[in-house]
C-alpha cells in the first residue's frame, strides 16, 4: 500500500486540488507545484490503514463464510468490505485530513497542519470528515470487493484453476473502475468537507448537503463530475497492485499451508496417506498393491480434478482392477477393450480432502478405461 501511495501521490495531489475551491480563489498556478507536498503522512500512515482494512476484510469473510450459502457470496463481500473500511478510517481519516491540507498549502509543514487542527478543533478536528469517508468508502468497497469476487470466480471456473496474480489485478482494476465511476461524487464531497475552514458552512455539513451546494453554485457537471478522469486514474493503478498484492499473498499462503499439511501427515492414517500421495503430482501411478481408502480399493489413479464449488473435495479417476500394461495397447495405441472388457469397480470417486470420506462414487460397468 505504502509504495503505490508513494508512486501515484502526484496525481493524488493534483486531484485533491481540482476537487478543491482552488479554481475559485483565482489559485489554479498551483495545481502542479509542490506535487509531494504532505507526503510524509502517507509514509506513516498507508502501510497501518492498508494492513487494518485487508486484515479485517480477510478476517470477516473467513468467519462469516461458513454462514452464507454460495449464491449470496456477495453480500459476505459486501459486508466483509463495510467491516474493513470502517476498521482502516480509524487511522486513514486523521492522515488523510493532514495529507489534504498539505496538499492545499504547500508551504506548511504535517507537524504544523497537525498542531494547528487539535489546537483549533481538539482530537476530533482530525476526524472531521470521518463520516463522509465513510459515506464514501463503504460504497466504493460494496461495489468493488463483490465485482472483484465475482469477476475472479468467473474466470477461475473457466480456466478451472487458482488464477494468476497478475489476472486478479484485471479483475480489480476493472471492479475498481466502475465503483470509482459511481462515488466520485462522494469523494468530491469528502475533500471539501476536510479542507473547509472551521467557520465554512461545509465544515458541519455532510455529503449529500455539500454535493446539494456543489450543484447549485458551480453545476453539477463542472465541479463533480469533471473530477471523474481523475480520480479513475489514482483509483484503477492504486487498486491493481494493491489487489495484486493481496491476491499473491492469498495465493502462496495456501500452497504453504498445503505442503505444511503434505509433510506432517504422512504417519496419521491411510486415509491421509492417500491425500499426500495425490497431492504431489497431477497424476500419479499406485504401486502393484492397491492401497485402501475407507474400505475401497484404488488401482491405478489416472487423474486427480478440483471440484470449483467446494474447495474441500478432490474428484479421483482410478482403474479398479485395471492395469495398464504394454498387453493394454498392443498397437500402442488403442485399447484392447474386446480382450479386457468394462471396469467393474466404481471408476470416478469425490473425497472430502479433510477426512478422506468418500462422499460419492460412480462409473462402474459403464466404460472399457478409464483415461
Known amino acids: 500500500g505504502c509504495v503505490v501511495d508513494l508512486s501515484l501521490y502526484p496525481i493524488d495531489t493534483i486531484k485533491t486540488r481540482l476537487q478543491s475551491n482552488l479554481r475559485r480563489t483565482g489559485q489554479d498556478t498551483k495545481i502542479l507545484k509542490s506535487l509531494y507536498a504532505g507526503v510524509g ?15 479485517s476484510y480477510d478476517l470477516c469473510k473467513r468467519q462469516l463464510n461458513p454462514l452464507f450459502d454460495e449464491k449470496y457470496l456477495f453480500q459476505l463481500h459486501m459486508l466483509a468490505a463495510t467491516v474493513g473500511e470502517i476498521t482502516a478510517c480509524l487511522i486513514r481519516v486523521p492522515v488523510e485530513v493532514v495529507k ?3 496538499q492545499v498549502n504547500s508551504g506548511l509543514q504535517l507537524i504544523n497542519i497537525a498542531r494547528t487542527t487539535i489546537s483549533n478543533e481538539g482530537i476530533g478536528g482530525l476526524y472531521r470528515g470521518y463520516i463522509a469517508t465513510v459515506a464514501r468508502e463503504i460504497p466504493f ?7 472483484w469476487e465475482y469477476f475472479k470466480r468467473v474466470w477461475r471456473k473457466r480456466q478451472v484453476k487458482e488464477l ?4 486478479g489485478a484485471v479483475c480489480g482494476s476493472l471492479a475498481g473502475g466502475i465503483s470509482a465511476c459511481i462515488t466520485t461524487p ?3 464531497a469528502k475533500t471539501r468537507i476536510m479542507l473547509a475552514n472551521r467557520e465554512h458552512v461545509d465544515a458541519k455539513s455532510n ?6 451546494n456543489i450543484a447549485k453554485q458551480e453545476g453539477f457537471l463542472s465541479k463533480i463530475t469533471r473530477k471523474f478522469s481523475i480520480s479513475q486514474m489514482i483509483l484503477l493503478f492504486t487498486k491493481v497492485f494493491v489487489l495484486c498484492s493481496y491476491l499473491f499473498t492469498n495465493v502462496e ?17 491411510d486415509n491421509q496417506h492417500f ?5 504431489r503430482s497431477l497424476y500419479y501411478v499406485l504401486p502393484s498393491d492397491p492401497l485402501t481408502l475407507n474400505q475401497i480399493q484404488l488401482g491405478q489413479v489416472s487423474g486427480l480434478a478440483a471440484c470449483v464449488k467446494n474447495s474441500n473435495q478432490l474428484i479421483v479417476f482410478q482403474r479398479g482392477s485395471r492395469e495398464w500394461t504394454s498387453e493394454s495397447f498392443p498397437d500402442g495405441k488403442n485399447f484392447a477393450r474386446e480382450k479386457f472388457g468394462v471396469i467393474k469397480e466404481n471408476t470416478i470417486l469425490t473425497v472430502n480432502t479433510n477426512n478422506g470420506e468418500i462422499i460419492n462414487q460412480w462409473g462402474n460397468k459403464t466404460a472399457s478405461k478409464v483415461t
Not at 503522512?41 to 486484515?55: D, K, Q, R, Y
Not at 455529503?207 to 446539494?212: D, G, M, N, P
Request: aromatic share 6%; charged share 25%.
Open 41 to 55: 503522512s502517507v509514509i506513516i500512515g498507508s502501510a497501518p490503514s492498508s494492513a487494518l482494512f485487508f486484515t
Open 100 to 102: 489534504q491540507r498539505a
Open 141 to 147: 468497497s460494496m461495489l468493488q470487493f463483490p465485482l
Open 164 to 167: 494468476e496474480p497478475w489476472k
Open 186 to 188: 462522494l469523494d468530491v
Open 207 to 212: 455529503s449529500l448537503s455539500v454535493i446539494s
Open 253 to 269: 499462503l495456501r500452497r504453504i499451508d498445503e505442503s505444511s499439511e503434505d509433510i506432517t501427515s504422512e504417519e496419521e492414517n
Open 275 to 279: 491425500n499426500d500421495i495425490v497431492s
